[in-house]
């Protein structure tokens, strides 16, 4: 009954690593949403998608890239980690409908770690 | 961008006491939603309110949306230990994409 998968559930990498953490749902939500959840500053918004190969930046996109080639995979990169990057990554999709958004469902997450 | 504001951050029940945490919006919203989330776990779609004024229930759960679509509150009646978690409230000022606005959340704690 899993309809949003991460591929990984703890990760631990080194500094300067390029980093790819994956996303997979099976409920062919258009929109798809990348969140980094720390302690103290709840679910910030990294990067969006509405459509295949269509991305949008959300609140603290710098040091992060998305890929979205196919509508069920939602890919987050973090092109050089760096210890301020170790937090817990969320992957949340939502279907699209005209108006308002709908409610999210999430992944269960992945705890990285940079070392 | 859009702020919305959650309190309170932290709440300690003990078992059997109401709770309730408050969301706050200085624009009008087009929709807002409520998580919740376990402890070691992602956060849960609970429900969505539209409409102003509206009020939905989910056994000893109350939701309200304001009547300026403006505030929102989650009441739990008699807590229970089970409804240990962070709850979050999300808003959608309907700013043309399809995303919300996440609040810090209200950690709620129920002691026995």
């Known amino acids: 009954d899993v309809k949003v998968t991460q591929s990984s559930r703890y990760l631990v990498k080194r500094t300067g690593e390029k980093v790819f953490l994956e996303c997979v749902q099976d409920?062919?939500?258009?929109?798809m949403f990348w969140y980094r959840q720390d302690p103290g500053l709840g679910l910030r918004l990294i990067y969006f998608s509405y459509d295949v190969k269509m991305k949008e930046k959300g609140d603290i996109p710098e040091g992060y890239s998305v890929s979205r080639e196919k509508k069920e995979r939602f890919s987050l990169i973090l092109e050089s980690a760096s210890t301020n990057q170790t937090s817990m990554y969320l992957c949340a999709s939502s279907l699209s409908r005209r108006g308002w958004a709908m409610g999210y469902t999430f992944g269960s997450g992945t705890r990285l770690t940079v070392v | 961008g859009q702020q919305v504001m959650q309190i309170p951050q932290y709440q300690h029940v003990q078992e059997g006491e109401d709770f309730t945490t408050y969301c706050n919006s200085s624009?009008?919203?087009?929709?807002i939603q409520w998580y919740k989330q376990r402890p070691g776990g992602h956060p849960v779609f609970l429900i969505q309110l539209v409409k102003s004024g509206e009020v939905k229930k989910q056994k000893r759960l109350t939701f309200q949306f304001g009547e300026a679509k403006k505030n929102s509150s989650l009441h739990i009646t008699a807590t229970q230990t089970t409804d240990v978690g962070t709850y979050f409230c999300a808003a959608d000022d309907s700013g043309g994409y399809q995303k919300v606005t996440f609040g810090i959340g209200t950690k709620l704690q129920v002691i026995p």
């Open positions: 409920m062919d939500h258009e929109n």
């Open positions: 624009t009008t919203l087009s929709n």
